[in-house]
């Protein structure tokens, strides 16, 4: 395809060139974090993600100087890419830790507390995009396997916290379901006309059983999104583990589901 490096003017949604919008519709890509992106406050967080892949995805779904919101915003590595992709950016974060790291490396707005509580006082309609990870359900919490020894040793957090506002502390995964349903529900009247949610989630094992988080989250939301379909986010560099070995089948889990929604209207 010829590209001219000039953005088609029926293109309402970003300031991409023809290749550069082609080039963002593959469904995979591999992001494993550039070491300039960890330091020990950020390494702390059992689950960041890195601001440079977080960038892509504002570029494609937002314009210069339009607001994007990230209601789990942990270390900040969401307004980190809105401030290096010149995007105005709103987080919430329950736990203050992670609120005073988000703060350190960002100047906008970092809320903290409950974001249930929270996301009913902001303005409706304004924000093109809302990107976030919500806690895998509480699978930190049961997580007992190689990489959480290994950050044992390293001093660093197992999972968020114990706050019982923490999303990653429900036990029930219908429970879960149901509030991440609500919740997005909320966010659908923050978004603007055509506006998007993109949900990073992962499916995950639960007593030697897999369970399909990223495949219902879908279903349940379809009332207030169109599901326009995912990109897979591929980790190149985590270290195979022998897990199942030599028994049976269980997967090194290396990749997470990027779901992308656009609000019905
Ligand atoms: C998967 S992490 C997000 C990490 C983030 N993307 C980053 O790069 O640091 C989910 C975050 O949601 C936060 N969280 C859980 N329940 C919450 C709630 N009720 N209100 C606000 N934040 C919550 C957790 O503390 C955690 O930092």
């Known amino acids: 395809m010829k590209d001219s490096g000039n953005i088609d003017p029926r293109n309402k949604l970003n300031t991409l060139t023809g290749k550069e919008w082609i080039r963002f519709t593959k469904s995979w890509f591999i992001a494993d974090g550039k070491p300039s992106d960890i330091s020990r406050e950020i390494d702390l967080h059992p689950a960041s993600f890195p601001p440079s892949m977080i960038e892509d995805f504002i570029k494609f779904f937002t314009k210069p100087g339009e607001y994007v919101l990230d209601p789990f915003l942990g270390t900040g590595s969401t307004l980190v890419a809105c401030e290096n992709s010149g995007r105005e950016g709103l987080g919430i974060e ?13 100047k906008f707005p970092v809320l903290e507390g409950d974001l249930r509580k929270i996301l009913p006082t902001l303005e409706n309609e304004l924000y093109s995009l809302c990107i976030t990870s919500p806690p895998y359900w509480s699978i930190l919490k049961k997580k007992k396997d190689y990489n959480q020894q290994e950050r044992l040793d390293k001093g660093l957090d197992l999972q968020y916290g114990h706050n019982s506002s923490d999303l990653g502390m429900i036990e029930d995964k219908k429970e879960f379901l149901q509030e991440l ?3 997005f529900c909320t966010i659908q009247t923050l978004l603007t006309r055509g506006g998007h949610l993109i949900v990073f989630i992962q499916n995950v094992r639960d007593k030697g059983e897999m369970i399909p988080l990223a495949f219902e ?8 999104y169109v599901f326009l379909g995912e990109k897979i986010w591929l980790q190149n560099q985590k270290t195979l583990r022998p897990y199942g070995y030599p028994y049976s089948f269980v997967s090194n889990v290396h990749h997470h589901f ?4 656009k609000k019905r209207e």
Do not use: D, E, G, N
């Not at 329950?94 to 960002?106: I, N």
């Not at 989250?217 to 207030?224: A, C, I, T, Y």
């Not at 990027?258 to 929604?261: D, N, R």
């Open 94 to 106: 329950l736990y203050s830790k992670y609120a005073k790291t988000a703060k350190s490396r960002t």
């Open 217 to 224: 989250l879908p279903l349940h939301l379809k009332k207030w």
């Open 258 to 261: 990027a779901l992308i929604f």
């Open 181 to 183: 349903v609500s919740i």
